[in-house]
């Protein structure tokens, strides 16, 4: 195959096994170490690549709530088919959200059922099919963290430049900073420190996860989503572990400003504000988690434009995608993993998203690890292997 | 909000159940037959393991619930959907179970039940091979080609990779009011020539014609007979560990071609369906190789799916690795966008075939005499690995498994 730039240089086996010597070397012991990634991207990309073939067996990886479908709580799912029902609205959705169960089945099977739901690429092709549809209103469902959220407050900026009348958003953006001091807070889990979510700096910064390092003296180092930029997040992790320091640093610099994307920020800050709590799946109410539309902006808000049901849903009892988000369980320790719930028939949202930390194992990760020699301190080379 | 307001999503769940009648949701259903199936396990290990309450290291554990996993997953089929989805028609999970709980169930007889792409007849002594495939390709027209070669290709390559020799087609046409006709005369053109370049005749057809909006303009099913006069036998299940893995070309050209001809993404490149014939390949590679074990086109779901049907029916593991899989750097690089693997992007002119392991250099050498196979390359072998398991050896170096596809990254490919 031939090399690809900015691809192929990031998944190179030499140096990653370089990274694993590294990385061994710097394990005490006896010493256990637990890393979450926060990202579900970054979970992703553990699984797909085979990444933790070259880690040692003392450091684990602990995925955590950085999935945006993931944490979505059954009742929004509700929330949104009963809108999406109304014949008067044409309800829009990123592809992962399709496939999400609500009690009476997802998005796929109300699309098939004749509820009008289309699935979009991005938040202003919507506005497309606004225009294409004026005596109809196109409700977006908007999800994702800060990732996502400044696409939905441009899309709603341009809308209202347009002065189009027919276009608003459920919203469900979260953001992450609540949901990681959580699970800080939860007494299941000690970690020792955090891979921190790149894409969602991209737009906050490093700034806010300064309190990590301080008040819980916990190592974090922002990553990007190729297998090598998590290798060299962990090793930078280690080296603060081994050094008894814990800072916020900025392994992908190359993406991320220390200080964030002001413009993003700004249209978010125009747009949207915090509600005082939101219902996470599997970590309950979580206070100031969540952004909802502005007054300024009430005529492109769904909740203000329709009665939207707002009932609570507790999850399935069987379900154990809570444990799995806070990084208590992993996928395969869940009751039903792989036997009732599958990614053909999720019964959790960690089933659902290909960031779920279920389906990321179920679909790349069903398998024995085959550890590179230098996870265990030895070269390849003295190994036998070239 | 009290706490009055909370219901149990798995008593609410009824309605998006299996119309079975008994009142539960999927959910509950699928807990129960869960529940049934680790009480059964747990009553037959119990004698291996007087121990009992010992608490197993983590490995192990896994490795537990990696067999409890497998287990259920040789469980007999069941659509569990009351409406067909989108998924149902895309090559992976969804599709098999459809085709195994709801065909396979009701047609039951040993030609059907090999489920392989064509049917093995035979009539008065004579032995051949019959297969049919719609077309529903949306764009009609792409780079390299339209529905109209399409239509032609599939069927003959389906019959080639069956060991056949293709001879006749039937063509059948679901046209929508308004349709264009020189927008028809184009796909009959195009079928024309393809059936030349493929030396097969369309000898009977059918037209029918629904209200506009009732159909997508132009929709087409072919059949095909070939005639089996080689001694081959193939299937998957002849597969057997040491055997290589051959595909004829690079990969995914075909489904990435569809994707950005429908102009929603805004990416461009050079890329072109690679829809071609099959059949003069297959007739070289089985001069050379007589002990093919078992061929394929790989179309919807792409290879992925076809080294999936390999572990499962031989059942034996597959090792494929990822570095040796031709994919053009066009390819890669719009699935890298896309976030598509192009291991289960759609093709509709390459050949994956198994054969002995010592036998792969000769293969390779037929198939690269070929134009249409001038890149083929072992991207792998099978192995007496975990059974029915696909396992990828990365370009990063680690280890992961390819399962079936699930839900559809790109409906109407074909």
């Known amino acids: 195959m031939p090399a690809m730039r900015f691809v192929d240089e990031f998944r190179d086996a030499d140096q990653a096994r370089a990274l694993a010597a590294k990385i061994a070397a710097l394990c005490e012991p006896g010493r256990q170490y637990k890393l979450m990634e926060v990202c579900g991207g970054h979970t992703h990309t553990i699984y797909k690549h085979g990444l933790e073939d070259y880690l040692p067996e003392s450091i684990t990886l602990v995925h955590g709530p950085g999935c945006p479908v993931c944490v979505i709580p059954m009742g929004r799912v509700d929330d949104a088919m009963h809108l999406a029902a109304r014949e008067d609205v044409i309800m829009t959705s990123f592809g992962d959200m399709m496939r999400v169960p609500g009690s009476t089945g997802s998005f796929f099977d109300a699309k098939a059922s004749g509820t009008d739901i289309r699935m979009v690429y991005s938040p202003l092709d919507s506005l497309k099919i606004a225009r294409q549809n004026p005596d109809r209103q196109v409700v977006f469902m908007a999800i994702g963290f800060e990732t996502t959220a400044p696409s939905t407050a441009m899309t709603m900026l341009r809308a209202a430049a347009e002065g189009l009348s027919n276009f608003s958003v459920f919203c469900n953006h979260v953001t992450i900073v609540p949901a990681i001091k959580a699970i800080l807070d939860s007494p299941d889990l000690r970690l020792d420190g955090f891979i921190g979510p790149g894409h969602v700096s991209t737009v906050i910064g490093c700034r806010p996860y300064e309190f990590i390092a301080r008040d819980y003296g916990k190592p974090v180092v922002v990553a990007g989503f190729e297998p090598l930029d998590i290798l060299q997040s962990i090793y930078m992790l280690m080296l603060q572990l081994s050094a008894g320091r814990s800072e916020v640093e900025n392994q992908y610099s190359r993406v991320v400003p220390w200080n964030g994307n002001m413009v993003a920020l700004k249209a978010i800050g125009e747009t949207m504000e915090l509600r005082p709590y939101f219902e996470w799946r599997g970590l309950g109410f979580i206070s100031h988690s969540a952004l909802k539309v502005k007054e300024k902006y009430a005529a492109m808000d ?7 049901p707002g009932v609570r849903v507790a999850d399935p009892k069987a379900c154990q995608c809570g444990e799995v988000l806070k990084g208590v369980l992993k996928p395969w320790e869940c009751k039903v993993f792989g036997t009732a719930c599958t990614p053909e028939t999720p019964i959790g949202t960690c ?7 279920c389906a990321a194992y179920y679909n790349f ?9 230098e996870a265990a301190g030895v070269s390849s080379a003295a190994a036998g292997k070239s | 909000m009290t706490t009055g307001d909370t219901r149990q999503g798995a008593d609410v769940g009824a309605g998006a159940g299996t ?12 807990l129960r037959e869960h529940d049934h199936a680790e009480a059964s396990q747990a009553e037959a290990s119990r004698p291996a393991d007087p121990g009992g309450r010992r608490v197993l290291p983590v490995a192990d554990r896994e490795r537990q619930v990696l067999d409890r996993i497998d287990r259920a997953r040789r469980r007999r089929p069941r659509v569990r959907e009351e409406r067909i989805t989108m998924s149902h028609g895309a090559g992976g999970k969804a599709t098999r179970t459809l085709v195994e709980a709801v065909f396979l169930d009701a047609f039951r007889n040993e030609q059907l039940e090999p489920l392989e792409d064509a049917a093995e007849l035979s009539m008065s002594g004579v032995r051949t091979a019959l297969t049919t495939d719609s077309y529903v390709v949306s764009p009609l027209f ?38 264009p006709v020189a927008d028809l005369l184009r796909v009959t053109e195009s079928m024309r020539d393809a059936a030349a370049a493929a030396g097969v005749r369309v000898v009977t057809g059918d037209t029918k014609v629904v209200q506009r909006g009732k159909a997508d303009g132009c929709y087409i099913n072919t059949a095909g007979v070939g005639l089996l006069s080689r001694d081959v036998a193939l299937g998957v299940a002849h597969a057997r560990p040491g055997d290589a893995i051959i595909v004829s070309g690079p990969i995914g050209d075909h489904g990435v071609t569809i994707m950005l001809a429908r102009g929603e993404l805004d990416i461009e490149a050079d890329i072109v369906s690679d829809t071609a014939p099959l059949n003069g390949l297959i007739a070289r590679l089985l001069d050379a190789v007589p002990e093919v074990r078992a061929m394929r086109d790989a179309t919807r779901g792409g290879v992925a799916t076809i080294l999936n049907e390999i572990a499962s029916a031989a059942e034996a593991g597959v090792l494929v690795r990822e570095d040796d899989v031709p994919v053009r750097t066009e390819v890669r690089g719009a699935c890298e966008l896309l976030g598509i693997d192009p291991m289960y992007v759609a093709c509709e002119g390459r050949l994956v075939a198994v054969v002995p392991g010592d036998r792969a250099d000769v293969a390779i050498a037929a198939l690269r005499a070929d134009p249409l196979g001038c890149d083929a390359a072992v991207i792998g072998h099978v192995t007496d690995g975990p059974p029915g398991i696909v396992q990828l050896k990365t370009a990063f170096g680690g280890t992961r498994i390819v399962d079936l596809l699930v839900g559809d990254p790109l409906p109407r490919i074909c």
């Open chain 1, 302 to 308: 769904a909740e203000r434009l329709f009665s939207v």
């Open chain 1, 351 to 357: 089933m659902v998203s290909p960031e779920g930390a």
């Open chain 1, 365 to 373: 990760g069903r398998v024995e690890r085959h550890r590179v020699p």
């Open chain 2, 19 to 30: 119309g079975s009648g008994s009142g539960g949701s999927w959910i509950d259903e699928a």
């Open chain 2, 142 to 179: 792409f780079p390299g080609g339209d529905i109209g070669d399409l239509a032609i290709n599939g069927t003959v390559n389906d019959l080639a990779v069956a060991g056949a020799t293709p001879l006749y087609l039937s063509a059948g046409f679901i046209l929508e009011e308004g349709f």
